[in-house]
């Protein structure tokens, strides 16, 4: 909820330069720094000796826009993040975990069944992310390529019955292969257009524009989550400029 937070507060403060945003912007920063564990990464609470993947990706998220507005970041995060990126990934096929290297997607208890973790790359997604944003060139990296084409294999889809629904999993892919660009783009853009545009509800009520919260955070977060996700997928065409200039 912080690393959200602090990425909403650096944001804010990016787009409008209001210096009524900038000192919590910077200490909700500060915050992140103090959380994060000696030479690696982050899970809940402050320095609490284990690391996960998911709030290590959401940190990043925020120390990203917090560097992009002119905030103080210690390059030591973006070097933690790294180091705990490398500890979870699975070197042969890409794949990377929560906890640990081979551990899956997160599930809420009694969700497992109903949203399968194999039908996600979540934590894969977050890991390409992390390494683009601290620094690895995808046009080079063949840890990078090898956690794409897992995404590849797993792409949005509105279907709940098969439970493969998972709009965090599609937000960070969303992101990371935009950065990574070229063909693998045009065609997870693609699905991403059909799973989320075409399944905005447009009827005239009250739910008009919003989307139904599916998947496994959605009893959890709700419609305000699920609409804010798909949103910010949207947008990922014109927030965040490629890091190494990669052609569409």
């Keep these: 909820n912080h690393a959200i937070g602090a990425l909403a507060m650096a944001e804010a403060y990016g787009m409008t330069g209001s210096p009524l945003f900038k000192q919590s912007a910077q200490s909700a920063i500060d915050f992140v720094h103090k959380a994060q564990n000696p030479y690696l990464a982050w899970r809940y609470g402050v320095r609490p000796q284990d690391n996960d993947t998911s709030v290590t990706g959401w940190m990043i998220m925020a120390l990203k826009s917090a560097k992009a507005a002119g905030l103080r970041v210690s390059q030591e995060a973006f070097d933690g993040t790294r180091a705990w990126i490398e500890k979870a990934t699975e070197p042969e096929y890409g794949r990377v975990g929560y906890t640990a290297r081979g ?29 683009i944003f601290t620094g690895e060139d995808p ?76 998947g496994p955070w959605g009893h959890a977060g709700g419609r305000v989550y699920s609409t804010a996700v798909c949103v910010m997928c949207m947008e990922v065409y014109y927030r965040y400029g490629r890091v190494f200039g990669i052609k569409r």
Excluded at 107 to 115: A, S
Excluded at 141 to 165: F, Q, R, T
Aim: net charge negative.
């Design 103 to 131: 551990t899956g997607p997160a599930r809420p208890e009694g969700m497992m069944d109903k949203w399968p973790a194999d039908k996600s790359e979540s934590l894969t997604a977050v890991g390409i992310l992390a390494r």
């Design 139 to 214: 046009r080079k990296s063949e840890v990078i390529g090898k956690g794409v084409d897992l995404c590849l294999k797993a792409l949005p889809v509105w279907d709940e019955e098969s439970g493969a629904i998972d709009m965090y999993y599609w937000y960070y892919a969303t992101l990371s292969i935009f950065q990574v660009g070229g063909d693998a783009w045009k065609k997870w853009n693609e699905s991403m257009k059909s799973a989320i545009i075409d399944h905005q509800r447009m009827d005239p009520i009250s739910f008009k524009g919003s989307w139904d919260p599916a």
